[in-house]
């Protein structure tokens, strides 16, 4: 794939543009549903840098599993939890939103310094592999990234597992000992004190 | 495709400031499912990082690559084990809020 220079340009800004003000969507809009939905699209725009980036295969593994999986499960989840509450007011919320925002460009000054100051060794571009990255990375992950490939596979099927037994309800319907029946909102609200803070 | 026509720096400097982004959101947001978003913010600013590093640097190799795809699958691991979290404590708590869960502060 061999686009011009300045189309090549153009994108790059626009999809950068598209990234940086989505996520500052994502954490500053009030309501969570709009977050979400711009979230989706702050992740199809970095599957198209990585499609500028010559990596088709990871392009579309990122548009796959983020907007396909990770997005759609976060949905899931606002739609599971959304209730209207009245937040509390925190006392000096004033001072901590200074604080964290003198933190966070603290770190943005930090690191664009080490970006544009730090010399970066290049490859020369005549020894890119450009279309053959998917050939590539298959070569990797059955050779020498064997046992991290399998590794990872066991590492979804233990999220799997974890994350159906912590969000699975009856999870002790019956008493171990008795084999009776235990209402599952007993056990609940039996340790409500406990988890509730005392006012 | 030549790459000389964006510098390194210019991927190096967006994934930064998305990586100040979800720092940001991290540290201020009081709705737990925010929180868990902008996990996913700082990485994928991470995953931009290594791709440009892989195609920049590596682009024979292209071992940032192959990272990326395991940075994607752990990422998708802990989204699904993190919301599965956040539903059991609405469960019990019947809040979202950030400020309410501090059962283990000292």
């Known amino acids: 794939m061999s686009i011009a220079v300045t189309t090549q340009i153009i994108c790059f800004s626009i999809l950068s543009l598209v990234i940086i003000i989505g996520a500052l969507g994502v954490v500053l809009l009030e309501s969570i549903v709009y977050s979400a939905f ?39 989840a606002i739609m599971l939890v959304n209730k209207k509450e009245d937040l509390e007011p925190i006392q000096n919320i004033n001072t901590r939103r200074i604080s964290t925002i003198t933190i966070c460009l603290t770190l943005l000054s930090l690191l664009i310094r080490v970006d544009l100051s730090n010399v970066w060794k290049l490859a020369s571009p005549n020894s890119s592999i450009g279309e053959e990255s998917t050939t590539r990375i298959g070569e990797h992950l ?44 007993l056990i609940e609200k039996a340790s409500e004190p406990l988890l509730m803070k005392k006012k | ?66 990272f990326t795809i395991f940075v994607i699958t752990v990422a998708a691991a802990e989204a699904a084990v993190g919301l599965a979290i956040l539903l059991s404590l609405y469960r019990n708590r019947v809040t979202v809020d950030m400020e309410s869960f501090n059962l283990l502060k000292w």
């Open chain 2, 1 to 66: 495709m030549n790459l000389e026509s964006i510098p390194l720096q210019a991927f190096l400097t967006v994934s930064s400031i998305l990586f100040c982004i979800g720092i940001l959101g991290l540290l201020n947001s009081r709705n737990a499912v925010r929180v868990l978003m902008s996990i996913e913010l700082m990485l994928n600013a991470v995953n931009i990082n290594l791709m440009a590093f892989s195609s920049y640097i590596d682009n024979n190799l292209i071992q940032g690559q192959v």
């Open chain 1, 38 to 76: 711009l979230l989706g699209g702050v992740f199809m725009s970095i599957a198209g840098l990585y499609l500028l980036l010559n990596a088709s295969f990871v392009a579309a593994a990122q548009v796959l599993v983020y907007v396909g999986a990770v997005n759609v499960l976060i949905i899931f």
């Open chain 1, 142 to 185: 059955f050779s020498d990234y064997l046992l991290p490939f399998e590794v990872a596979s066991v590492l979804l099927l233990m999220a799997m597992i974890g994350a159906i037994v912590l969000a699975r309800r009856d999870v002790m319907n019956k008493d171990i000992s008795t084999g009776l029946p235990v209402d599952q909102e």
